[in-house]
């Protein structure tokens, strides 16, 4: 048998960081019923009274978690299906990367 021989290998490793950010973008449809907005309004928004007057299902306090979030398929105001115009899902629209921060 005969011996092999091995010698000592030097590896060079170099880490590194790398932050990506990236913004998605959806246009969000009013309803194509009621001409609603598209997400949920809160009571404190500074045109609350033109919504209260106009589309008060869209109303929600303050503090709710939902507060300029799609509303969905069914439109709150007027109950009527949203589906006619769905939500348009335009991907990303900006992105940066950052080596080593």
């Known amino acids: 048998m005969s011996e092999i021989e091995t010698s000592p290998?030097?590896?060079?490793?170099?880490?590194?960081?790398?932050?990506?950010?990236?913004?998605?973008?959806?246009?969000?449809?009013?309803c194509p019923h009621c001409q609603a907005p598209g997400v949920w309004k809160s009571l404190s928004d500074p045109n609350v009274e033109y919504f209260r007057e106009k589309w008060a299902g869209v109303l929600i306090a303050?503090?709710?978690?939902?507060?300029n979030q799609p509303v969905?398929?069914?439109?709150?105001?007027?109950?009527?299906?949203?589906?006619?115009?769905?939500?348009?899902?335009?991907?990303?629209?900006?992105?940066?990367?950052?080596?080593?921060?």
């Open 62 to 67: 303050e503090d709710d978690e939902r507060v």
């Open 9 to 30: 290998t030097n590896h060079q490793v170099v880490m590194g960081a790398k932050r990506v950010q990236n913004l998605h973008a959806i246009r969000i449809y009013a």
């Open 72 to 101: 969905g398929d069914i439109c709150p105001n007027c109950n009527a299906s949203r589906e006619e115009v769905p939500d348009e899902d335009l991907g990303v629209v900006w992105s940066r990367e950052i080596n080593g921060f």
